[in-house]
């Protein structure tokens, strides 16, 4: 089975927030990691988290770690139409979400 | 900067040849690469992790007589699937790690498109 799991869909308009959701298994991992996949492209590191912290704020981008929940999120503010892409999130090297699609309408 | 390159992007090949894909970091010393396969809306499977010089470490369940991995040098390391059956066909990608950046970033390349028929 998976051990990271996110929603695969995401729709949101234009100037709105996006978050996007992910669970993982493995509370071991020392960072956590967004990764943004554009067609026919390689992914490209968004954001990371130490597994220490809570939250990490970077521009548009909040990430928010409850390892209590095992529950890592990224809120993308004031989203426009470049952000549509795959994200994906990840324990270390080893352990991938399947990506959740996020298309952003006008 | 950390550029990471594959070649080809995209292969078709018979049942039963190998294919060799390359992966290559363009602007920097990879001392590690990793090898992912990706299935269609599903995640990315880590298959091994190469380093430079010596042999490369798989994953449980991927077989290593089947994907061979040779990180030959800090900027190539090359993924070849031999005798290659229609269930192998998937999207392969490979990542680097750049030691100057840190040892938690990886950069990743575009990905091949193995079909075999």
């Known amino acids: 089975g ?18 996007i959701n992910c669970t993982y298994t493995d509370s071991s991992s020392t960072y956590l990691y967004w990764y943004k996949q ?12 130490f597994s220490n912290m809570d939250m990490k704020q970077d521009q548009r981008l909040t990430v928010l770690l409850n390892k209590k929940d095992k529950h890592l999120s990224l ?3 004031d ?25 952003v309408r006008a | 900067g950390a550029v990471v ?7 078709i090949c018979k049942s039963g040849t190998s294919v060799k894909i390359e992966c290559r970091s363009l602007d920097f010393q990879a001392t590690t690469m990793f090898w992912y396969r ?13 380093n430079e ?46 030691p100057q950046r840190g040892s938690y970033e990886q950069y990743f390349g575009p990905g091949t498109r193995l079909t075999v028929t």
């Open chain 2, 53 to 98: 010089g010596s042999k490369a470490t798989y994953e449980q369940g991927v077989e290593k007589d089947k994907f061979l991995i040779n990180h030959a040098s800090l900027t190539l390391s090359t993924l070849t699937v031999t005798s290659a059956h229609p269930e192998d066909s998937s999207f392969y990608i490979c990542s680097a790690r750049d």
């Open chain 1, 2 to 19: 998976e051990d990271v799991e996110q929603s695969l869909f995401l729709s949101v308009r234009e100037g709105d927030s996006s978050v």
């Open chain 1, 38 to 49: 554009e067609p026919g492209a390689g992914l490209q590191l968004l954001t990371y988290i």
């Open chain 1, 79 to 103: 989203t426009q139409t470049g952000d549509s892409a795959i994200y994906f999130c990840a324990q270390g090297e080893l352990s991938f979400g399947a990506g959740t699609t996020v298309t």
């Open chain 2, 5 to 11: 390159s594959q070649h080809p992007s995209r292969v």
């Open chain 2, 38 to 50: 990706q299935f269609p809306k599903q995640s990315l499977m880590l298959m091994a992790t190469s």
């Open chain 1, 75 to 77: 809120r993308i503010a």
